[in-house]
T-cell receptor, first 116, second 108 residues
């Protein structure tokens, strides 16, 4: 596998279910991101992990819980979601440098989530 | 966070040059400007990034005026496969603000 992979690609869940999205990057990067992409809306940054520490959390409801066990893996745990949470969830990775700046992000194909 | 504004859509024909302008009036000193391309059912793909003046790579050019309040992505000689959504991103480290995207449709 190369690049950034996400599983599952499609997920349908009820509002009372608990599920997890998985992301894996094979690029040796040290930062990983979760984004939400809803129809007709800009990409919304949800969480950022740098060197396995969460560095950004953009006022995301607590029903979304991220986990980064190592620099190659990122999870998004879901519970008691609402229908408006239906969206494409994208994972990305980048290589952080000490010089700072804006980093070229590599995105996965996304997980299409439908909450019924 | 710098807010970005892009045209919603643009139409072009094969072989033409396409220029997409993004406005970012409150860009901060340390912000970089990055453009991404997204096809249906795929994640965005990096095209080009710049801080000021002009940047060119094998697929596009990025023009940034001195005041940095806007930027223009230039796609030379587009083909049908360039039909996609193009996003402007203004960011420094993890302070990110994506635009709503410009749908570019290339016709034969």
């Amino acid at each position: 596998e190369t690049g950034v992979t996400q599983t599952p690609r499609h997920l349908v869940m009820g509002m009372t279910n608990k599920k997890s999205l998985k992301c894996e990057q094979h690029l040796g990067h040290n930062a990983m991101y979760w984004y939400k992409q809803s129809a007709k809306k800009p990409l919304e940054l949800m969480f950022v992990y740098s060197l396995e520490e969460r560095v950004e959390n953009n006022s995301v409801p607590s029903r979304f819980s991220p986990e980064c066990p190592n620099s190659s893996h990122l999870f998004l745990h879901l519970h008691t979601l609402q229908p408006e949470d239906s969206a494409l969830y994208l994972c990305a990775s980048s290589q952080e440098s000490a010089a700072g700046g804006s980093y070229e992000q590599y995105f996965g194909p996304g997980t299409r989530l439908t909450v019924t | 966070l710098a807010k970005t504004t892009q045209p919603i859509s643009m139409d072009s024909y094969e072989g033409q040059e396409v220029n997409i302008t993004c406005s970012h009036n409150n860009i901060a000193t340390n912000d970089y400007i990055t453009w991404y391309q997204q096809f249906p059912s795929q994640g965005p793909r990096f095209i080009i990034q710049g801080y000021k003046t002009k940047v060119t790579n094998e697929v596009a050019s990025l023009f940034i005026p001195a005041d940095r309040k806007s930027s223009t992505l230039s796609l030379p000689r587009v083909s049908l496969s360039d039909t996609a959504v193009y996003y402007c991103l203004v960011a420094n480290d993890y302070k990110l603000s994506f635009g709503a995207g410009t749908t570019v449709t290339v016709r034969a």
